[in-house]
């Protein structure tokens, strides 16, 4: 059996939670963009006539909600970016 520091190559690094949570929460913020690009562009590919057609109303609408769930993901991770600044390290060693 093969264990870890027999393998070659760079040990296996453990960052603190803290650290963890706070790069995770960045990378949400980095990828809310895209997300609300590919959101907003899903009206696009709707059918514009025949059977299924959606109307402009309702189009209106989706990128109003779509705008305002943006607003709030991103107040919501702002918050949690600027309370994971706030808090002091974790005194673990």
Do not use: C, K
């Not at 980095?30 to 189009?59: D, F, K, N």
């Amino acid at each position: 059996m093969i264990r870890a520091t027999d393998r070659p190559g760079s040990p296996t690094v453990f960052h603190e939670r803290r650290t963890y949570r706070r790069r995770r929460v960045m990378d949400a913020a980095r990828v809310t963009p895209i997300l609300a690009l590919i959101l907003w562009s899903l009206p696009l590919i709707w059918p514009q006539s025949g059977e299924g057609t959606v109307s402009s109303a309702i189009a209106l609408i989706y990128i109003f909600a779509v705008w305002s769930g943006v607003i709030l993901l991103t107040w919501g991770l702002s918050r949690q970016l600027a309370n994971e600044m706030d808090e002091p390290p974790d005194s673990e060693p």
